[in-house]
Each structure stands twice: as C-alpha cells, then as structure tokens.
C-alpha cells in the first residue's frame, strides 16, 4: 500500500485541567473527587455521578498531567490531539460560577495547547489543541454564553467547543439556543456532542453489571436521543454550516435512521416541519471513529455515503464521501488497559477498526483521511501543511 | 435472477384479539381503548401509555378483524403470517387475571389460526400461526408461567411467545426465570422479544415531535437494553438452544456491539461471568428484517456473520450465514399509510430493503430465505413442503 504522509489525529481526547479538578475536589456531593480508602491503600476517586457503581473510578495524573498526554500520544503514534475537558463540564454550577469559570478553564486550554511541543514532521502545528466550554447551565443569559463564543474566537489553539445534551436546561432543540447556533456557526468552530447522563437506570436492571450498561448504552443513547432532536427541531435546516462531531460515531444513530425516517413519514406534525428525509442529516454531520469495530465503522461511513440520495429534489450516492466525515479518536484516559501494557486495546481496537473497514482497507486516501486529515480540514489547520 | 419457489412470511404482525380488546374497552387508564370524539366525529382510539401524545392512535377493525389481516395479507402477496399480541400483552393485570386470560387468548388464537385458510401453494400450510402469552407480571407463580407453557405446546399453530422486557418485574435477566427459558427451550418455542415502554420520556424534551422519539428510538433502546441484559446475565449461555428473535432487527445491538464488547473487556466483573466475547451471541439471536433500509440490514447481516469469530477459542466468518437469521415482518397494524394506498409504504420499504441488500440483491436464495424460508425452519415447518 502506497504511504501517505499524513499526521494521526485524536479528537476525543480528554482532561481534566487542574484547576477543574480542584473545584471538583471541594465539591461533597457528586460530581466530586474524594479521597477513598481500603485500609491498605488511599487513592482519590472521580465520582460522576450519585450511586454510580463501584464507587466511582481511580483518578490520578493521566486526567490533569499534561507530560502523561503526550507520553500517551508517543506511544500510539498519535502526532495531535484535539484535547476536550471530560463530563460534566460545567453542567452543575449556577450560572455566575459558569461563566467565571468557562472563561478561567478556556484560558488555561489555551496555555496548555499554545505551549505544547510542535507536532514532529507537521510544520506549524502544535501537538495540542482543544475544545472550549460554554457556560451552559439554567438561568444563564444568552448574551453571556455569546460573551464566552467571542472569547473562544481569540483564542487560536481553540477551534472547537464540547457540550453535553441539556443545553441551558431544556435540551439542544430548546430554540432559545438558536443566537447560540447562529454564533457558533459564524465563529466556525466545530460542536464535539458529548454524552454524560445516558438514560434512566432503572432501564438498566438490580444485577451488578459494573459500568457497562450505562456506557456501553446510556451514553450512545443519550446522543442519538440529543441529535436526533437537533434534526427534529430544525436546527440543522436553519443553520446548515453548523459542524457537528458526534461521539462515539454518533451512537445509534446510524442503524435507527431510515427507522426513524419511516416514523417521521408516519408522523405528519414533524414530517411537514423538516426539509429533509431525516437521513439526509446525517451527511451533514462528523462522526468520531470510537466504535471498536471496523464493520460498525464502514456501516456509518454508508449511512454518510447514502446522505445525499435523501435530500428533497433528490442527489446521488457518492460512496467517496463516508470517510470524509469519520475521524479516529481514543477517548483517552477512560477504557486504560487492566494490566500493565505499552499501548492501550481500546485504542488498538480503533486503529485496526479503521485500518480494516470495507473499501479503506485497501485506499491508503481514504484511511489518512479518517486517521488524520479530516480532524485537520475540520478544524481549519489543512492548508497550514498541505499548500 | 433465478425463481425460487418460497413464501413471503410475516413474522412481526400484531392482533388484539376481540376480547382483549374487551379488557382493553373495560379499562379507565391505559392501556385502554375509549371513545374519543371532535364533535364532528367519534372514533375508538387505543391509548397503551398514559399521557401518549395525540390522545392515542385511532384503532378498528385492522386490529381485531382477522379478514382484514388477510387481505392486507393479499395485498401485500404475503402467504403465512405468525401473529402475534401487540403490547402491552398482560402487563397490567393482576397476577391470576393474567393467567386465565393468558389460557383463554391462546386458545383464541389457535382457533384463529387453525380455522384460517390454507397457505396457497404451500401444501399442509395454514395461513396464519401465533405467538402465544405467558403471565408475565409480578407476584405470579414460576408453576403457572411453567404450565401455560405445557398448555402452549398442546396448541399447534402455536409457534411461538411474544413477551415484553420487564419478565415478572425485574426483567428478563431476573435468574428466577430460569426455570422458565428451560421449559422454553425444551419445548421449542421461538420468544419474539418486543418493547413496549421504550426509556424515560422525559428524555424526549418537551417539543412536540408527535410519536417519533419514543417509537423511532424509546422502543429499539427498550429491545436493545433487554436483550444486552441477557447476555451479561448468562442466560445465552446457560440456554445455547434459546431461539430468541429481535424486534426491529435488534434496535441498536448490532451497532453498540463492538463498544459493548469493548466495555466488558474493561469490567472484569462481568468479562469473567461470560463464556464468549459479547459479539459472539449475535450469532445466536434472530433478527426480524424490519429496519426500513438495505445498509442498515446488510450491516445487522455482517454482525451475524462475524459473530462465530468471537467465539471463545476462535472461529472464521461464514457470510453467507447472516442472511439465515434475517426474517421478513411488516409490523402490521401500526404504521398504516397515511393517505388510501393499495400497497402499504412501512411494508414495501422493507421488502425493497431486504431485495436490495449487499450481497443479497444478486443472490436469489439469500433474498428467499429473508423473506420466508428462515421463518419455516425457525418454526419447524419447513420440512413439511421442502421433503
């Protein structure tokens, strides 16, 4: 197979930043950091939520430490990552302390980003840039949240914001957040959708299945359900330039498209609002690469593909386009290895996923594209290398 | 392409018999049906949730009326049905209102089948087979669930049980209802797992998007949190011969699988319970054909196929053996045609779907398995016509 020259590009990447931690430290009710003790030995704990399992998850330097990013980076080969802060954000202050804070933890992103090494081979570019915060939270003013997009425009290595699904209370469709859209589309800056709350657990049974219902499910649902109101909502229809990156290759999204068209056509009061077949959307969106598997990966890369057949008046498939909007990410520091190991299988399984998917395997194009380009002509950093 | 004499089967297609639609009439909360009225007009509506949206769907006689089943039945060339009650089954009821009304619905739909014309060209064949109801609720006896099962197997057009996610209250991987798979699989009755709750609706936000959120996603995360229930309790393991089929083509298990597999590998708690990677029980289950899109298919198809590779110890992809556990359904009463049509547009989707199927489209044999043979090997009827 012919080479590319093309960097390895990690946009779900995430930290928590030391001074997040520390306000996550004060804090006696979940989310929290807490010091947990056996009797043997004391470590501290991330807690993200009340009555999670296991009492939470062992946190140490990986979640704040920014040499052990770029350890990590090294050792998979990974040459830039666009580093997001972890759930749940800002999501539990009130909005005064948001706002303070969303602003506080940008400027450190930044600083954290504009002082990193360059990125080896790629002149230019730094190995780290990263997604902003908005303050979204009840009772903030839209004025404010504009406030926090302005500033995010002067910050360079910032090309991005994360947001969970609840908006500033009532979810992403809430048209109280359409001067939010319209600003974030001008300031071009890409929306990472994250999940945080997954669904209701009580969904999820009284057995001790650890934590792999609420995210091997409740995550992936819970960002099917928030883009799949997007597009009811008409967001997507009146603010087309939106770019949108979906976690975890947008969830479920992809195999309940054509279920959820087929509902939508039997449902006139949604059916009449949208200019679209509702899986003409999913063409306009970016999907991470965080699926494990290279059949999963092909199948959204189709569903990308088949986008512009759906589009009212009609279009044709062109199958090219799939691996244009599928971008490799670790979801670093979760998922690390059980036992001590070089690199990591969650991150392996995702290389190999992409490396092995229908109609990439054998086009080098197509696997740099999904393995670094498409992250640097989403964020605006490819004609900086490629000119 | 080559003619290969099969029937067309149904295997997903609803009934509310006439005298569940009685208990349902009786009723002053959902699920009931009542007399709904514009002032112009008075029609029944069926509401199965409390505060559904719209008021409930219209209902009539294509619910209950079996000469409408079969013309519909004509219309569409389908030759056998297996049919099956439509949620919430008994659910509601008090335990020994469940089980006598359980021995009187599967008697009725015996008769109901029994009685129906034979399947034309498929000699020794009836038109129409059932799935029949267990007592599933709360405080029931594990004896009167196990003899409703013996009084199951001495109905011969009964094939099959329809059943719901919530088992006798706390779900299908409740290790009190061992006893209950045990009976099932020794008796050879097919389960058809179907939703019915869907999750949480506050999820849903609070934009009026009419039945769409819950029917196009609450409903296959319903399936798909059930199903994965399953398998992490053990009881595709502890019941190999289980003949499982999946509502809605398995809502968003195929899709979630690889990260499923993914998360267990990280929770030691549950890895070390299971025999196989999550992955392998796909291979396991049936999935009815009623996803409305030929990827989405052709990718349920591929994780059937790959399946036998997760086994523990290895195994190789066989990818002829996806389309054998693919079965036509319509889903029939619901999602009727919103204007007078012949042919209903939720029927001939998915029959378009499954004929353009990747590696099915050019394959005869494949497409006539989907659309019919699967059903009568699965039900232990094919060799009655193929001998």
Redesign the interface.
Known sequence: MANIRHPIVDVHTHVYLPRYAAELRARTSAPRILNWTNGVKTEERLLILDGEPSGGRPIGPQYWDRDEKLEFMRRHGINISFVSSANPWLDFLPADRAQTLAHELNNNLEEYCATSPPAEGFSGLKTLYGFGLLPLVPDVEVSTIIQTIEHLKSLPHIRGIIMGTKGIG??L??NTLDPVWDAIQAARLVVFIHPHYG??S????????????P???GF???T??AV??LI??GVLDRFPDLRLLLA??G??L?????????????????ANRLKHDA?YYLGQLYFDAV???S??L??VS??IS?ASTFKNGGGTVDPAVGSTRLLFGTDHPF?PP?EASQKW??VE?NLA?IRSMAGVDSKPEHQANILGLNALRLFDLHDQVYT
């Not at 009580?202 to 219902?213: C, K, P, Q, R, S």
């Not at 195999?255 to 039997?266: D, V």
């Open positions: 009532k979810g469709d809430d669904v209701d009580t969904a999820f049974g009284e057995n001790d299945n650890g934590h792999v219902l995210l091997a499910l992936p649902f819970e099917t359900i799949t109101r009811l909502s975890h290759s969830g479920a992809p195999q309940l498209s054509s279920r959820l068209a087929s509902c939508i056509q039997h449902d006139p009061i949604v899986r699926a494990y598997g059949e999963e092909t199948f189709q569903t088949r998922f059980l299988p969650s399984s996923a």
